[in-house]
């Protein structure tokens, strides 16, 4: 809050100053224009993408309103200031009209973004949709702008008081886009606000020096436009910086619900049997009978949790990847009931995702084998054959046939951590034959 109150304080000073020592004129300096506004229409477009990513991994309405916003702004720049004066001809009352209806309607989307808290289902179809509309909607301020037929700049030669009035309101636009920001960030502390907060109010003074400066036409370039470049170069740290934690919140939320799956189907069962035995005891069971089942019970219990243990600072990152998988495989083998060989191409390189993801699926095609196969060995490949690299588990078990696997949580864990690698997963199964499971990976 404090260093938002020095940034608001330094730019109000900075504009009385110029307006003061009439530096508010700006400069006719036409190519520099259109560079300005096509930086603005990359980088606004950049934000849309970045933040519609975002929407994709988290679903809220925040970050759908920010892509939509960002959008117009970006497309509407391009498409009616810097399109149509390319080829040297000045920029018309239509398109000049346009730019600014496109600018208020992405401006009006960002100042309702911070108030919205709903998440959405269906998230690529919201996002199709959404973009749909924005192209439909800077569409129809096009037909308005040329049905009405309004100038852009008054009998003096100045701007028209409409064009004042526009910016006016985009001034105000900002400001409680900043005000909702700023009031997010406050209550919840997300990075992404503070980012938010810190470029609007660039872009509020930004609009302000436009309805001051008494600008004479569009070829003109005003000190304010450096601070919305800055503006938006601060954007595109914010929202990069977002996704970037987006993506992490995503890992940890499947690596929650991994682990969940693994307590479920794993040390949950062996406590329920603890429990069984207990309260058999507790009935007046025998002893001697009921022990030796405790015992086993206690001990593959623990075992599970060491595995669970074994499995997540294994794959942290924190060992290399081979010999993080070996020591896991070795724990695995311990107990003497599955015979593991794991071999690994020396030549072989994995990018850090690949690692976490294979080392997943390894898992859990071992832990599969383990606990379905009925197996006494099993194989583990990672190698390369040509220009492919490709991961095999492989088990001499019972196998089964196609009617009866290849729908099970394991396996479709396996596929979906293949995918999200761009990784090619097959089975080859049948009955008294064993199974092998392999993800040919993506080329490098």
């Known amino acids: 809050m404090i260093g938002e109150l020095v940034l608001v304080s330094l730019l109000g000073l900075g504009t009385v100053l110029l307006a003061v020592t009439g530096r508010l004129d700006g400069y006719s300096l036409p190519n520099a224009r259109i560079s300005l506004d096509t930086a603005v229409a990359v980088v606004a477009s950049i934000v849309a993408i970045l933040t519609a990513i975002r929407f994709l991994v988290e679903g809220r309405g925040m970050d759908l309103l920010l892509a939509a ?86 009998s003096d030669g100045t701007r028209s008081p409409s064009v004042v009035t526009a910016y006016g309101l985009l001034t105000v636009l900002s400001l409680v886009a900043v005000v909702g920001f700023g009031l997010r960030y406050r209550s919840h502390g997300r990075d992404l606000d503070s980012w938010l907060t810190l470029a609007l109010t660039l872009i509020v003074f930004a609009d302000l020096h436009y309805v001051v400066a008494p600008a004479r036409s569009s070829d003109y370039v005003l000190q304010s436009d450096l601070l919305r470049i800055l503006a938006f170069a601060v954007l595109l740290v914010g929202v990069w910086r977002a996704i970037g934690q987006a993506e992490f919140g995503r890992a940890v939320a499947e690596e929650r619900a991994r682990v969940a799956r693994d307590i479920h189907d794993g040390l949950a069962q062996y406590l329920f049997a603890l429990s069984t035995q207990v309260s058999m005891l507790e009935s007046g069971g025998e002893l001697d009978r009921i022990l030796p089942r405790l015992k086993l019970a206690t001990t593959a219990a623990q075992q599970e949790a060491q595995f669970a243990v074994l499995a997540l600072s294994s794959a942290s990152g924190s060992a290399p990847f081979d010999a993080a998988l070996k020591r896991y495989v070795e724990f695995l083998v311990a107990d003497g009931t599955l015979d593991v060989d794991v071999q690994i191409d020396s030549g072989i390189t994995l990018a850090p995702d690949e690692e976490i993801e294979v080392f997943r699926i390894v898992q859990e095609g071992l832990a599969n084998v383990r606990k379905h196969a009925d197996a006494h060995s099993a194989e583990v490949l990672i190698l390369q054959q040509g220009d492919r690299r490709i991961v095999r588990v492989s088990d001499d078990g019972s196998g089964f046939g196609s009617e009866d696997g290849g729908a099970g949580q394991g396996l479709k864990n396996m596929r979906s951590r293949a995918a999200s690698i761009e990784g090619v997963f097959s089975l080859r199964s049948s009955p008294g034959k064993g199974t092998a499971i392999e993800v040919v990976l993506r080329p490098v």
């Open 69 to 154: 916003g960002f959008l117009a702004i970006g497309v509407g720049a391009f498409a009616f200031a810097v399109v149509p004066v390319l080829s040297g001809s000045a920029l018309r009352s239509t398109e000049g009209w346009a730019a600014i209806g496109s600018s208020l309607f992405g401006a009006a989307l960002i100042a309702v973004a911070p108030f919205v808290t709903v998440r959405v289902g269906r998230k690529r179809r919201a996002l199709v949709t959404t973009v749909s509309l924005v192209i439909v909607s800077l569409a129809a301020t096009w037909l308005d702008a040329r049905i009405l037929q309004l100038d852009l700049s008054g």
